[in-house]
């Protein structure tokens, strides 16, 4: 319970600059509770009311008022002035009053005060004071009253200043108001309550505190992007990717596939044995957040052929389920070598690189992760659930029966691809140089030569797309006969097309053959780099690295021997020729 009176202070309020002047300190007008009250004063409250009690239960009389008011040692006015207080009460919090605080008023000069006032908003609205000390606040104001003239304040005295806003106001400028609204705003509503088994399943994406590293080269390739998938009812796994990749609509779709289809086939594909990763089907509802890969086109309408309802949020904080096991996963991934958990210590002889600690290649730590989820977590018991995920699946699914599957698996995964409209031609369909075509395109180009169809290629393999035939809604798969067997991907494809097209700044002058030859010259220069492949032992892949870092900087011109400081020999000598002494022997066409 607690006991309010009128206070002439608000919290959470940002000051302005008639406030910062005079600051009223908590005084009487301050909220009580029962804890707040030491035990001495709540000896004498108890003390108090025993005797107002018996003066009560007794005859009110003048006499007994007076030898109550001594026993108290109060006088008879206090008396009955603290009895009319407890009986309009009604309890014995009305006896007791703190003490009473002085109000603070600033006795500084006018002047003074307005050059505190105006270096206060200057410290707090402009950026480059952002998460400064308050000595920087401090060393203004008295640089600022010294150019004016003015006699500046003390340094205990302007810190009283700034200790004297309020608490959120400063955090806020130390941390940021993201930070501080994190910390001092209320989480306001939640998501509903799942029922049953992919009623509503989270996505999200973060950067993994790890550095992997190449296959060819042993060197560190970077901090790779983890994708997660998980089940809000029962908090299992659905999907975990990891690419190099930026988030985007193929990473999306992708994770999509894992997460909703059999893992059968990709678990042995990614050279993933012995595990059983039984969690899949067609969610009813997807909860993500306003990405650009999750507010795409494709996403909305792969989301909507499927039947899954698809919700942004619009708080951080109603995603803390996938956030949570994100959460988890780093924390399994700073275990790891090559992670980033010491890269940014505060002692720089504290840090550790981890490029130079990183062992683990791109597969091996997506196995190290589903190996984690897969074998591990879904057994643990989960302290929301009061059981482990993994009972929780199995209960929903002997209550409301197995979630919807999928007739159609490549269907789905190209749903959610990435179109791009391409007219039929007799050549086939043309997207970024590559020519696609196939058998299957010869009725449609007897009816539709001309018309606009949507495409999607595979982001892992460029020479294959796939269009969507309007009459069964069914896909052709399409091949470029010039990049079939090349294993180039998308990525890589658009890459040196970009690149190809930067060096000509012509157009016309980019063809399929040009943007093929580049991408084989670059792999043929990676191969020359690359002296041992797959070496086995710790100490033949730090040389590797050592070599492949070494030419990497030379290629740059970053790598250069350093010159000593004095060298023994003479500089040499510098020769001028001029060029009208020159003459050529007409015999010969030597130079004299």
């Known amino acids: 319970m607690e006991y309010v009176k009128m206070s002439n202070t608000k919290k959470n309020v940002v ?18 509770s029962l804890d707040d009250i030491s035990e001495a004063d709540w000896k004498q409250i ?3 009311a025993c005797v107002i009690d018996g003066f009560r239960n007794g005859d009110r ?7 109550a008011a001594r026993m108290l040692g109060w006088s008879p006015a206090k008396f009955y002035r603290k009895l009319t207080d407890y009986e309009e009460a009604g309890h014995a919090m009305a006896l007791f009053k703190p003490p009473a605080k002085r109000i603070w008023h600033s006795k500084l000069d006018p002047a003074v005060e307005e050059v505190g006032e105006t270096e206060l908003k200057k410290f707090l ?6 998460g400064q000390p308050v000595t920087v606040y401090i060393e203004n104001v008295q640089k600022a009253c010294a150019k004016a003239g003015l006699e500046a304040p003390s340094e205990r005295t302007i810190r009283r200043r700034w200790e004297a806003l309020d608490e959120r106001v400063r955090y806020a400028h130390k941390h940021g108001a993201q930070a501080a609204a994190d910390k001092y705003d209320r989480n306001k509503g939640s998501t509903p309550p799942c029922t049953y088994p992919l009623e509503r ?4 994406h973060t950067y993994a505190d ?5 296959e060819e080269l042993w060197i560190s390739l970077g901090r790779p992007t983890f994708t997660m998938v998980v089940d809000e009812f029962s908090r299992v796994p659905l999907g975990i990717h990891v690419t190099f990749g930026y988030p985007s609509v193929e990473e999306l779709a992708e994770a999509m596939a894992i997460a909703c289809l059999p893992k059968d086939g990709w678990l042995q594909a990614m050279g993933i044995l012995g595990l059983d990763w039984p969690w899949y089907g067609i969610p009813s509802s ?3 957040d306003r990405g650009c890969d999750f507010t795409s086109k494709s996403f909305h309408r792969g989301c909507e052929k499927w039947r899954i309802d698809l919700s942004h949020r619009s708080q951080p904080h109603h995603g803390g389920v996938i956030e949570r096991l994100i959460g988890t996963a780093m924390k399994e991934t700073r275990k790891l070598p090559g992670n980033t958990l010491f890269s940014k210590t505060r002692r720089e002889k504290d840090r550790i690189d981890p490029t130079k600690t990183a062992e683990l290649t791109l597969k091996q730590y997506l196995e190290a992760m589903v190996r984690f989820f897969v074998c591990e977590y879904p057994h643990r018991v989960h302290p929301a659930l009061g059981m482990t995920p993994a009972e929780k699946w199995n209960l929903g699914v002997a209550q409301y029966g197995d979630p919807r599957r999928i007739d159609d698996p490549q269907g789905f995964y190209l749903d959610f691809l990435k179109t791009e ?12 140089y590559c020519s696609y075509t196939a058998r299957e395109l010869q009725p449609l180009l007897n009816v539709a030569k001309g018309t606009a169809f949507n495409v999607k290629r595979d982001p892992s393999d460029v020479s294959r797309a796939f269009v969507e035939d309007p009459r069964n809604g069914r896909y052709i798969e399409l091949r470029d006969a010039l990049t079939e067997g090349k294993e180039i991907t998308v990525a890589e494809w658009e890459k040196a097309r970009a690149a190809l097209k930067a060096k000509l700044k012509k157009r016309d002058q980019v063809t399929a053959s040009g943007i093929l030859g580049l991408i084989e010259k670059e792999r043929a220069e990676a191969r020359r780099r690359s002296k041992v492949v797959n070496p086995t032992s710790k100490l033949e892949r730090a040389k590797q690295r050592k070599i492949a870092q070494k030419a990497e900087k030379r290629e740059r011109g970053q790598y250069r021997l350093p010159a000593p400081e004095t060298s023994p020999l003479p500089p040499p000598p510098v020769v001028k020729i001029d060029p009208a002494t020159i003459t050529i022997l007409p015999s010969s066409g030597a130079v004299q």
């Open 286 to 288: 997807v909860f993500v």
């Open 61 to 67: 009389t003048r006499d007994n008022a007076e030898k």
């Open 210 to 214: 790890l550095h992997v590293i190449s």
């Open 15 to 32: 000051p302005t600059a008639a406030s910062i002047s005079t600051v009223a300190r908590q005084g009487a007008g301050q909220k009580l």
């Open 201 to 204: 399943v989270q996505i999200d």
């Open 421 to 432: 409209r391409r007219k039929l031609e007799k050549y086939g369909l043309r997207v970024s």
């Open 125 to 130: 609205r402009q950026k480059r004071y952002k």
């Open 46 to 48: 108890r003390f108090e």
